[in-house]
């Protein structure tokens, strides 16, 4: 017997928090007119008042984050720690402090006004100046008066947590690399000027303004100096690295156009035969850097690069004897279980990396595990589900070995470490990984660019002889001239120019690439491998169903009564799927007992939910479904059987992809789903499941034996060995804030049904650029006709270099938003 | 917080907190106020001029409110008084907030306004009087030029100096786009105002003829570009999003769209001269990059426009927005017309019609006029603490404004396109299809319509007067308005500075510095070289202007007769056939300056010398009535009383022969014999025609100039007739 | 034409400042965040009471 219970109420009477815009339980908390959903938000929202910040809530609606997650006061302690600070603080002096904070909750421009308002909150911040793009903040403040721990906690106050994690301490961040940019705005000053002092030229400037011709012709060729000596750069330095390796790389035969151009503009200069090319030379470079910054294009708010240490946090809290850790102690707390007869003990927040076998950590709640090690206190509450993208946590008790990765949802617990961080089950993943930075895959404009410059290069050979034998006067122009009209600078501006388009319209859907290499890894797959969970089925979008004696109004209200004092996330999952108008009871009695269930009395009548263990007194532990049991007065009245829910048109997209790749599944779950998975995918998926993250390596490496192509989908660290093994692994998220295996791609879940689409367009990438390669052989042919003849004039060259650019940006642009545009992106 | 106003007083430097200061109102007041009030008095002396298109006895028969004065009045009134105050109000404004700094001087800040306001009064007066170098939209003399030159630094000054002191990290779009109108108008100002002072009020350019044509119109482009587009694209990355209270549509776009723009704008100016004396590569080059412009320019407009995007409800609302988005659009499309102008093919229609004045005017009046509009309407509510006085009355404004730019534009569309295609009519016999003034008889009532479209416009600005001066009533003027925000800092780079890295990088600044250096010493060594030695083709014929000529053309200059008549004969077939042979480059070798003009209201004199006797002249000049019926042509019959000012014929000999004029050495001392003798003789000759006036009236010689021009090159051909015949 | 010697040399010595100008606007990171200086000129300035 299955029911389904209470609809959802009219919006009408669901209010809503000022500050995040969650649901609110009730009408309780309120400031002023504003009701709120959390003591959290109510807070946030009286510090912004007390200190007019209140513009915050007038620029965006409901901008805050939920405040529902009670925060210890000693969370960042850890930042007294010398050794730790220090590796976050960019600069010190007896001053100032330069820091700056990775805040992924950064999204609007609320965020933006309130955290460039730090100072008006605390008078030892001197400056906060936000980089969006980077959701990152980077403060000044008062050497004297302000701590970095100051900082974090000031930070976390209104609702912007800083994350901090290991991978701070390890590295200093790059540089942002604006080479590139330098070389295109002088390559733009010099060619702008050159093109303008061509023009004369062109245009017939008289014989009897032979002054000025000369004057322009100089002044164009100390204009191309910098933009061969340093503009260039690119071009020649992949050319002498490639030459190292002995093959030709695609900038070869550019870099070859542009030395030669070069050398014969500055002979005919010198000699005084003409103007040279400089302004074809110069235009060609300023488009290739132009093309080449649009396909590097960085989104440099993701990160495709994560490892474990991006993850993990920067500290974790020790239990030790007192004075056994080396290391200054910055925060002495008596822990709550301290005894007389018990030796001293003292907490100390330690580096990660100083984290030894038989430590004893102390991991709080919603804090993650950063070791594998055994259980010894507490109640272990783990949701895994950044690891296997499952939500419903798991129980451990005491003794039971707990992974990394995991997030403690059931209160302060102390484990044993069994392992350091670098070989915990979880960070092994990563070395484990078969591919490495070492095998660079080549674009096959490669080896198009290898079959033309060799065309390129016999033509040359033949026009040479030619004129030779007929005209040896000749020889050095139409060699020279060959070189100059056929650069392939066509084929690699359609490339970047194509790459970038392509880049920038999946991006504005919602998929992320890491670079314009991977276009063409997905274009070539041909074989899909999904995860389930987190990937195929959304995250904490359980489906619920009842199955049992239907219960009454008042028993509902009780559930819902009851749920509410939980924050176990079945409990949350109940609660808004029992949304009513009832008021919510006030328990008489309320005890929750961590890992099984809850236990209330409302007025006479007592009601368990939890684990058929706990309200049933027996129940199957290996059993294949999530539920949560019921009994009112001891008596059991039904459960909750909680299911996943498959992500919207998830069988649209699997027939869309059905029809060209094969597919296939791999789980880490239990089979439940077995047959509803059939039922979308059909008999000729293979579908595993109970798979282990090195299960899920294995099966991609093969795939790959088999000769298949591999995408490998997944949202979770289980699935990161896998992702990385895949000739193209994609990670599925949430929100592009959140932390994401590394991966090739990042793809926003709310896009995940347009994934047939999106590949779709990568595969056009290849034609596209043929197509214009072709466009471009066509003008190519046409110069080559003057050029064999040793009379390809500056004119002619100053034509057909940038129309064909130009038509070679008109087919790639066009065509790929005319593509996107019948895609629907 | 009395805690944060404690001083510190332990051995410590001082900590740093927030500091408060404040936004100086009153000096965008001031600006705000002059832009209102010269907005006016540039209007009316426009309305004025164009009335007397049609009625050329609306000039009351007085010298200074003649149309040759009147206009460069208006042009200057709009350019520099209107759109120049309206740019300085909206600039101190906005440069303050977005620097997060007070004005870097309040002195400085009074210094440029008083400074600025007195040289529209001088240049007012001057231009009334008749003192102008005839240049167009340059037309101040030598000793405003300089004021202009000085006020212009200290506005630099001020405007550097408050970027400097900022307290914010980022240099909005907008600022960029001040920074570059600074720059650039700095730039062109110095360079199109080299002259040669002759006396005060009097100079000459100091280049000639083709030469200071290009100068003038690189200039005159540019003026247009940086003074009237710059700015006010800045104006409008900062007051469109604030009004529409949403971030403008792409900021990368509007970064792009800077830098394009300011390089591509430089090179557009020959397309004001084309099928003229300059060289074709020349104009060539002109019209490319003007085509290239539609891309930067339209680039701006549709990025105003997107950013209202989703917030259309917002614009039928508020009326700053609907002032912008005419604004916006107007600048779209004269930015699409310019490009299209500048095409040879559609030059040769549009050039010296009035189809260039309305071309001007929806940029003028939709883009400069709405956007100055827009932005009073934002500014004086929020610097009077209180809300516009009557949306509806600026609602009503608006669309007087719009529908007096449609009727002042539209008809002035047509008149261009008929009056060229007059121009150009022949009959099946080859003959010219019309007379000269039966192109202007018919486009008259398009004139009179285009002064209706014009005075909708003023009346609706009137409507602004009353709606601010209520508004300003009600609320309170906050001169001073605090602020606060925190020292900027310096965010240390991450990697610590070694100091290695500070040598490296001083060697680039120093090239920098040294390449700059470079170039201003070459400038300076260049200029006599090249402004005197001209290597413009010369024509042997073509000799000196005499004494008597000369001062004719100081004259010509004086009454503005270049805003009517062109001396320019282009190389088409109507224009041959009306004028005569086509004008050469070297022609205008001992023009200084040159002038060419850029409108035919009336006919074009470049072969005026001997086409009539010197009593046609004469009668003419006392009414244009008698000798051409139905002209309207303003009576000149002052110079027929006035005395020429013979005193000033040396220093300007003077002047000539320091600019290259070959006259002989010590001719300065006899000029004036000369002038004499040939003055007599004119009087001679008129005497025959019953004519009785003296030698030394300045109608003399004014008929002198007339008749000289264009006869050198006629000369030549005679001479080479008379060789050939023998 | 010699006059355009003095033009070209005055608009590439501006476009040298620009340049120059360009340049030191990328060093110094202000092109790097495109969303924030667009949403920061909104914030209107409401200063807190000093007392």
Same mark, same amino acid.
């Given at each position: 017997m299955q029911e389904k219970l209470a609809g959802k109420p009219a919006e009408a009477q669901q209010q809503y928090c000022f500050h995040c815009g969650g649901k609110c339980r009730g009408t309780s908390l309120k400031s002023g007119e504003n009701v709120f959903c959390c003591e959290g938000c109510r807070m946030v929202y009286?510090?912004?008042?007390?200190?007019?910040?209140?513009?915050?809530?007038?620029?965006?609606?409901?901008?805050?984050?939920?405040?529902?997650?009670?925060?210890?006061?000693?969370?960042?302690?850890?930042?007294?720690?010398?050794?730790?600070?220090?590796?976050?603080?960019?600069?010190?002096?007896?001053?100032?402090?330069?820091?700056?904070?990775?805040?992924?909750?950064?999204?609007? &421009?609320?965020?933006?006004?309130?955290?460039?308002?730090?100072?008006?909150?605390? &008078?030892?911040?001197?400056?906060?100046?936000?980089?969006?793009?980077?959701?990152?903040?980077?403060?000044?403040?008062?050497?004297?008066? *302000?701590?970095?721990?100051?900082?974090?906690? @000031?930070?976390?106050?209104?609702?912007?947590?800083?994350?901090?994690?290991?991978?701070?301490?390890?590295?200093?961040?790059?540089? /942002?690399?604006?080479?590139?940019?330098?070389?295109?705005?002088?390559? *733009?000053?010099?060619?702008? %000027?050159?093109?303008?002092?061509?023009?004369?030229?062109?245009?017939?400037?008289?014989?009897?303004?032979?002054?000025?011709?000369?004057?322009?012709?100089?002044?164009?060729?100390?204009?191309?100096?910098? /933009?061969?000596?340093?503009?260039?750069?690119?071009?020649?330095?992949?050319?002498?690295?490639?030459?190292?390796?002995?093959?030709?790389?695609?900038?070869?035969?550019?870099?070859?156009?542009?030395?030669?151009?070069?050398?014969?503009?500055?002979?005919?200069?010198?000699?005084?035969?003409?103007?040279?090319?400089?302004?074809?030379?110069?235009?060609?470079?300023?488009?290739?850097?132009? *093309?080449?910054?649009?396909?590097?294009?960085?989104y440099r708010q993701l990160s495709f690069d994560r490892d474990y240490t991006s993850y993990f946090p920067i500290a974790v809290t020790v239990k030790k004897a007192k004075g056994e850790y080396g290391i200054q102690n910055t925060e002495y707390r008596k822990t709550e279980n301290e005894t007389e007869n018990e030796k001293p003990e003292e907490e100390l927040a330690v580096p990660l990396p100083d984290i030894k076998v038989g430590d004893t950590i102390i991991i709080h709640n919603e804090e993650l595990i950063p070791v594998d090690g055994l259980l010894t206190r507490g109640t272990a509450v783990i949701d895994y589900s950044f690891v296997t993208g499952e939500s419903i946590p798991q129980t451990k008790n005491i003794g039971e070995l707990v992974y990394a990765g995991g997030r403690q949802t059931g209160g302060r617990m102390e484990i044993l470490v069994m392992k350091e961080v670098a070989q915990s089950y979880l960070t092994g993943l990563w070395s484990k990984s078969g591919k490495g930075g070492s095998e660079i895959k080549r674009s096959f404009i490669h080896r198009i660019s290898k079959w033309f410059t060799w065309v390129v290069f016999v033509i040359a050979a033949a026009t040479a002889i030619y004129w030779q034998l007929n005209d040896p006067l000749k020889t050095w122009p139409a060699v020279t001239a060959i070189f100059i009209i056929a650069c392939p600078c066509a084929l690699l501006l359609a490339n970047s120019f194509t790459n970038g388009n392509i880049l920038r319209i999946l991006s504005r859907n919602g998929f992320f690439l890491r670079n314009a290499q991977t276009i063409e890894n997905i274009a070539s797959i041909d074989h899909i491998v999904f995860d389930k969970t987190g990937t195929l089925t959304a995250t904490g979008g359980t489906g619920i169903t009842y199955e049992g004696i239907a219960p009454s109004h008042l028993?509902?209200?009780?559930?819902? &009564?009851?749920?509410?004092? +939980?924050?176990?996330?079945? +409990? $949350?999952?109940?609660?808004?799927?029992?949304?009513?108008?009832?008021?919510?009871?006030?328990?008489?009695?309320?005890?929750?007992?961590?890992? #099984?269930?809850?236990?209330?009395?409302?007025?006479?009548?007592?009601?368990?939910?939890?684990?058929?263990?706990?309200?049933?007194?027996?129940?199957?532990?290996?059993? %294949?479904?999530?539920?949560?049991?019921?009994?009112?007065?001891g008596i059991q009245q039904g459960r909750f059987v909680f299911s996943n829910q498959y992500r919207a048109d998830l069988g649209k997209l699997i027939r869309n992809l059905k029809s060209r790749y094969r597919l296939s599944i791999v789980s880490g779950d239990h089979n439940a789903e077995q047959s509803a998975l059939k039922r979308i995918f059909g008999e000729e998926t293979s579908i595993y499941f109970n798979q282990r993250p090195t299960d899920?390596?294995?099966?991609?490496?093969?795939?790959?034996?088999? =000769?298949?192509?591999?995408?490998?989908?997944?949202?979770?660290?289980?699935?990161?060995?896998?992702?990385?093994? +895949?000739?193209? =692994?994609?990670? /599925?998220?949430?929100?592009?804030?959140?932390?994401?295996?590394?991966?090739?791609?990042?793809?926003?879940?709310?896009?995940?049904?347009?994934?047939?689409?999106?590949?779709?367009?990568?595969?056009?990438?290849?034609?596209?650029?043929?197509?214009?390669?072709?466009? +471009?052989?066509?003008?190519?042919?046409?110069?080559?006709?003057?050029?064999?003849?040793?009379?390809?004039?500056?004119?002619?060259?100053?034509?057909?270099?940038?129309?064909?650019?130009?038509?070679?940006?008109?087919?790639?642009?066009?065509?790929?938003?005319?593509?996107?545009?019948?895609?629907?992106? | 917080m009395t805690k944060q106003n404690q001083p510190t007083d332990y051995g410590h430097p001082v900590q740093l907190r927030t500091e408060h200061f404040y936004y100086d109102n009153s000096i965008v007041r001031a600006f705000g106020m002059a832009t209102v009030i010269f907005g006016i008095v540039g209007m009316l002396a426009g309305l004025w001029a164009a009335i007397q298109i049609y009625y050329p006895q609306a000039s009351l028969g007085l010298a200074p409110t003649t149309f040759g004065r009147m206009r460069p009045l208006h042009t200057n009134a709009i350019i520099f008084a209107f759109v120049g105050n309206a740019s300085f109000a909206g600039i101190y404004y906005s440069l303050q907030r977005l620097c997060k700094s007070r004005l870097f001087s309040d002195k400085l800040s009074w210094i440029h306004f008083w400074g600025w306001q007195a040289i529209i009064a001088a240049a007012a007066i001057t231009l009334l009087m008749g003192k102008t170098t005839g240049k167009e939209y340059a037309e101040l003399e030598w000793p405003i030029d300089i004021a202009i030159t000085l006020v212009w630094v200290i506005f630099g000054i001020n405007m550097f100096g408050t970027i400097f002191k900022r307290r914010e990290k980022h240099l909005y779009v907008a600022i960029w786009f001040y920074i570059?109108?600074?720059?650039?108008?700095?730039?062109?100002?110095?360079?199109?105002?080299?002259?040669?002072?002759?006396?005060?009020?009097?100079?000459?350019?100091?280049?000639?003829?083709?030469?200071? !044509?290009?100068?003038?119109?690189?200039?005159?482009?540019?003026?247009?570009?940086?003074?009237?587009?710059?700015?006010?694209?800045?104006?409008?990355?900062?007051?469109?999003?604030?009004?529409?209270?949403?971030?403008?549509?792409?900021?990368?776009?509007?970064?792009?769209?800077?830098?394009?723009?300011?390089?591509?704008?430089?090179?557009?100016?020959?397309?004001?001269?084309?099928?003229?004396?300059?060289?074709?590569?020349?104009?060539?080059?002109?019209?490319?990059?003007?085509?290239? @412009?539609?891309?930067?320019?339209?680039?701006?407009?549709?990025?105003?426009?997107?950013?209202?995007?989703?917030?259309?409800?917002?614009?039928?609302?508020?009326?700053? @927005?609907?002032?912008? /988005?005419?604004?916006?659009?107007?600048?779209?499309?004269?930015?699409?017309?310019?490009?299209?102008? &500048?095409?040879?093919?559609?030059?040769?229609?549009?050039?010296?019609?009035?189809?260039?004045?309305?071309?001007?005017?929806? =940029?003028?009046? *939709?883009?400069?006029?709405?956007? !100055?509009?827009?932005?009073?309407?934002?500014?004086?509510?929020?610097?009077?603490?209180?809300?516009?006085?009557?949306? $509806?009355?600026?609602?009503?404004?608006?669309? @007087?404004?719009?529908? =007096?730019?449609v009727i002042y534009a539209v008809p002035l569309y047509w008149a261009g396109f008929e009056q060229s295609i007059m121009w150009k009519s022949f009959t099946p016999e080859g003959q010219l299809k019309f007379q000269f003034l039966d192109t202007v008889n018919s486009i008259k009532p398009f004139y009179i319509l285009r002064s209706i479209g014009g005075s909708l416009y003023l009346v609706g600005a009137f409507f602004m007067v009353y709606n601010l001066y209520k508004t300003m009533k009600a609320g309170s003027f906050v001169p001073n308005e605090p602020a606060e925000a925190m020292p900027l800092i310096k965010i240390k780079s991450e990697q610590k500075e070694y100091w290695h890295r500070i040598i490296e990088r001083k060697p680039a600044?120093?090239?920098?510095?040294?390449?700059?250096?470079?170039?201003?010493?070459?400038?300076?060594?260049?200029?006599?070289?090249?402004?005197?030695?001209?290597?413009?083709?010369?024509?042997?014929?073509?000799?000196?202007?005499?004494?008597?000529?000369?001062?004719?053309?100081?004259?010509?200059?004086?009454?503005?007769?270049?805003?009517?008549?062109?001396?320019?004969?282009?190389?088409?077939?109507?224009?041959?056939?009306?004028?005569?042979?086509?004008? $050469?480059?070297?022609?205008?070798?001992?023009? #200084?300056?040159?002038?060419?003009?850029?409108?035919?209201?009336?006919?074009?004199?470049?072969?005026?010398?001997?086409?009539?006797?010197?009593?046609?002249?004469?009668?003419?000049?006392?009414?244009?009535?008698?000798?051409?019926?139905?002209?309207?042509?303003?009576?000149?019959?002052?110079?027929?009383?006035?005395?020429?000012?013979?005193?000033?014929?040396?220093?300007?000999?003077?002047?000539?022969?320091?600019?290259?004029?070959?006259?002989?050495?010590?001719?300065?001392?006899?000029?004036?014999?000369?002038?004499?003798?040939?003055?007599?003789?004119?009087?001679?000759?008129?005497?025959?025609?019953?004519?009785?006036?003296?030698?030394?009236?300045?109608?003399?010689?004014?008929?002198?100039?007339?008749?000289r021009i264009g006869r050198d090159i006629k000369g030549e051909q005679n001479s080479t007739a008379a060789q050939l015949n023998k | 034409m010699s006059v355009i010697i003095i033009l070209l040399i005055i608009s590439i010595s501006i476009a040298a400042v620009f340049l120059a100008a360009f340049l030191w606007s990328v060093k110094t990171g202000q092109f790097e965040d495109d969303f924030s200086p667009a949403s920061r000129i909104l914030f209107d300035d409401k200063t807190k009471p000093t007392n």
């Open positions: 009286r510090i912004l008042n007390d200190h007019q910040l209140c513009d915050y809530y007038e620029l965006n609606n409901r901008p805050g984050q939920t405040q529902v997650h009670e925060f210890r006061s000693d969370k960042f302690a850890f930042l007294d720690n010398e050794a730790i600070s220090s590796g976050l603080i960019s600069f010190r002096d007896e001053n100032h402090t330069h820091l700056t904070f990775y805040i992924p909750q950064i999204h609007c &421009s609320s965020c933006l006004y309130l955290l460039e308002k730090l100072y008006r909150l605390d &008078s030892s911040v001197i400056s906060s100046i936000v980089n969006f793009e980077r959701r990152e903040v980077s403060l000044i403040f008062n050497s004297e008066t *302000g701590t970095v721990r100051k900082m974090a906690e @000031l930070l976390n106050s209104i609702g912007y947590e800083p994350y901090i994690s290991l991978n701070d301490l390890n590295e200093k961040k790059p540089a /942002v690399n604006r080479q590139l940019i330098y070389q295109l705005g002088v390559a *733009g000053f010099c060619f702008g %000027n050159i093109m303008l002092m061509s023009f004369p030229e062109y245009f017939g400037i008289e014989a009897g303004e032979e002054g000025l011709q000369n004057i322009f012709r100089w002044l164009n060729f100390a204009l191309a100096l910098p /933009v061969l000596l340093y503009s260039s750069q690119p071009f020649f330095a992949s050319t002498i690295k490639s030459l190292k390796h002995r093959y030709l790389h695609i900038d070869t035969p550019i870099a070859l156009a542009i030395l030669i151009t070069f050398i014969r503009s500055s002979y005919e200069l010198f000699s005084g035969a003409g103007a040279g090319y400089f302004d074809s030379m110069t235009g060609i470079v300023f488009f290739m850097l132009a *093309g080449r910054i649009l396909q590097d294009k960085t028993s509902i209200q009780m559930i819902r &009564s009851a749920v509410i004092n +939980s924050v176990h996330p079945l +409990s $949350k999952a109940l609660f808004s799927y029992l949304d009513t108008t009832h008021p919510i009871l006030t328990p008489v009695f309320f005890q929750e007992t961590a890992g #099984h269930g809850i236990e209330a009395v409302f007025g006479n009548s007592r009601i368990l939910l939890g684990s058929a263990y706990f309200v049933c007194g027996n129940g199957n532990k290996n059993e %294949n479904q999530t539920a949560v049991y019921f009994s009112l007065n899920k390596l294995h099966y991609t490496e093969r795939l790959q034996k088999q =000769g298949a192509r591999v995408m490998m989908i997944g949202d979770g660290l289980n699935d990161a060995g896998a992702l990385m093994q +895949s000739d193209c =692994g994609i990670a /599925v998220s949430e929100s592009t804030s959140y932390f994401t295996p590394a991966s090739d791609a990042i793809l926003k879940a709310s896009a995940f049904q347009k994934l047939a689409t999106f590949i779709r367009m990568c595969r056009a990438n290849r034609t596209i650029v043929s197509i214009s390669f072709m466009v +471009s052989i066509a003008y190519n042919i046409a110069g080559l006709f003057f050029a064999v003849q040793g009379n390809l004039s500056p004119l002619i060259a100053a034509i057909l270099m940038p129309s064909s650019s130009f038509t070679i940006l008109l087919i790639t642009f066009g065509s790929t938003n005319y593509l996107a545009a019948r895609l629907r992106l | 570059a109108t600074w720059v650039t108008v700095a730039m062109l100002h110095i360079v199109n105002s080299f002259e040669i002072p002759v006396s005060f009020m009097k100079s000459y350019s100091w280049y000639a003829g083709v030469q200071d !044509a290009l100068v003038q119109w690189w200039y005159g482009h540019n003026a247009v570009a940086f003074f009237l587009t710059t700015p006010v694209l800045g104006l409008m990355y900062y007051y469109l999003p604030k009004a529409a209270n949403r971030p403008v549509y792409s900021y990368r776009l509007s970064i792009i769209h800077f830098w394009a723009l300011i390089f591509i704008y430089i090179w557009a100016g020959p397309h004001h001269l084309l099928y003229t004396a300059l060289p074709d590569w020349a104009q060539s080059l002109g019209v490319v990059f003007s085509v290239m @412009l539609i891309a930067p320019s339209w680039g701006g407009m549709l990025n105003g426009l997107f950013t209202l995007r989703g917030a259309w409800d917002k614009v039928r609302e508020d009326p700053v @927005l609907k002032f912008m /988005v005419v604004a916006i659009t107007c600048y779209g499309m004269a930015t699409f017309e310019g490009p299209l102008l &500048s095409l040879k093919s559609v030059n040769a229609i549009s050039h010296f019609s009035d189809w260039t004045i309305a071309h001007v005017h929806i =940029g003028g009046l *939709g883009w400069n006029g709405f956007m !100055a509009f827009a932005i009073l309407y934002y500014m004086v509510p929020k610097m009077w603490g209180t809300s516009l006085y009557s949306k $509806k009355l600026a609602t009503n404004h608006f669309w @007087l404004g719009t529908i =007096g730019i600044t120093l090239l920098v510095l040294s390449l700059i250096v470079v170039a201003i010493g070459g400038f300076i060594e260049l200029v006599p070289t090249f402004l005197i030695k001209s290597n413009v083709p010369t024509i042997t014929s073509v000799k000196p202007y005499t004494p008597l000529e000369l001062q004719g053309r100081d004259i010509y200059i004086r009454e503005g007769c270049y805003t009517c008549h062109s001396q320019m004969v282009r190389p088409f077939r109507d224009e041959v056939a009306r004028y005569g042979e086509y004008s $050469k480059a070297g022609e205008f070798v001992y023009d #200084h300056p040159f002038q060419w003009g850029s409108k035919r209201t009336g006919p074009d004199l470049a072969r005026e010398g001997g086409k009539y006797p010197d009593s046609w002249h004469y009668n003419h000049m006392y009414d244009p009535g008698t000798m051409s019926p139905g002209s309207i042509m303003p009576a000149y019959a002052w110079l027929l009383e006035n005395r020429l000012d013979t005193a000033s014929t040396p220093a300007k000999i003077r002047a000539m022969q320091k600019l290259g004029v070959p006259y002989a050495d010590g001719y300065a001392q006899n000029a004036n014999s000369d002038l004499m003798q040939q003055a007599d003789s004119i009087t001679a000759g008129l005497k025959k025609d019953k004519i009785n006036t003296a030698s030394d009236k300045e109608i003399v010689a004014l008929i002198a100039y007339l008749q | -």
